[in-house]
């Protein structure tokens, strides 16, 4: 087709060819001479989940012993855990 110089349209008509076909196969030659590229695989993909970092304030006791998260809404709580803790 491209040496003899005619359109792909003229040339299929020439070679009574369907244009349709011609394309498909004019379109699969050029992928075929593409460089190769890394095809994306379908599947899985490891979720690792963040880290969740505690608001509020630590309480961090002699015997190594953390409360995390102390807030506004929860001193009584730990009120009563250092009450038992006593």
């Known amino acids: 087709w491209q040496q003899s110089g005619l359109t792909q349209k003229a040339y299929c008509e020439q070679q009574e060819l369907r ?5 498909y ?3 699969k030659l050029r992928r075929a001479a593409e460089p190769a590229t890394e095809k ?3 599947g899985f993909v490891p979720v690792i989940p ?3 970092q505690p608001t ?3 309480l ?3 015997n190594g012993l953390e409360i995390r998260g ?3 809404n929860n ?3 730990v009120r009563d855990l250092l009450g038992m803790l006593a």
Not at 19 to 23: I, M, R
């Open 19 to 23: 244009y349709s076909t011609f394309g």
């Open 25 to 27: 196969w004019v379109r």
């Open 40 to 42: 994306k695989v379908a």
């Open 50 to 52: 963040a880290t969740v």
């Open 56 to 58: 509020g304030l630590t």
């Open 60 to 62: 961090s006791l002699p």
């Open 70 to 72: 102390i807030e506004a």
């Open 75 to 77: 001193l009584s709580l």
